[in-house]
Nanobody, 114 residues
Framework: QVQLVESGGGLVQPGGSLRLSCATSGFHFGFYTMGWYRQVSGKQRELVASIDIVHRTNYTDSMKGRVTISRDRAKSTVSLQMDNLKPEDTAVYYC????????WGQGTQVTVSS
């Protein structure tokens, strides 16, 4: 049974940092590209960062230079370091496997506000 558990969100001031973590289970973590998504209420979920099995990364333009995705195969975890956060980064953040049908976790709320 696939499980994805996100953590690390919170309230941060503009310019601040957060590190999100995602614990995964129920599938062969080392076989899949992993991604971080975000969703603003009323809008579609968007992929903001991905990392493949050889650690090649991709980032959405709006977050390039401010976020770093990483993965730990031994722990089956994927993380997202977010720096210089902006109010428009406020969203619920999720991890998942891009282009693979499956369940979503509960997400972790990131709020950037002064």
């Amino acid at each position: 049974q696939v499980q994805l558990v996100e953590s690390g969100g919170g309230l941060v001031q503009p310019g601040g940092s957060l590190r999100l973590s995602c614990a995964t289970s129920g599938f062969h973590f080392g076989f899949y590209t992993m991604g971080w998504y975000r969703q603003v209420s009323g809008k579609q979920r968007e992929l903001v960062a991905s990392i493949d099995i050889v650690h090649r990364t991709n980032y959405t333009d709006s977050m390039k230079g401010r976020v770093t995705i990483s993965r730990d195969r031994a722990k089956s975890t994927v993380s997202l370091q977010m720096d210089n956060l902006k109010p428009e980064d406020t969203a619920v953040y999720y991890c998942n496997r891009p282009f693979v049908d499956g369940p979503w976790g509960q997400g972790t709320q990131v709020t950037v506000s002064s």
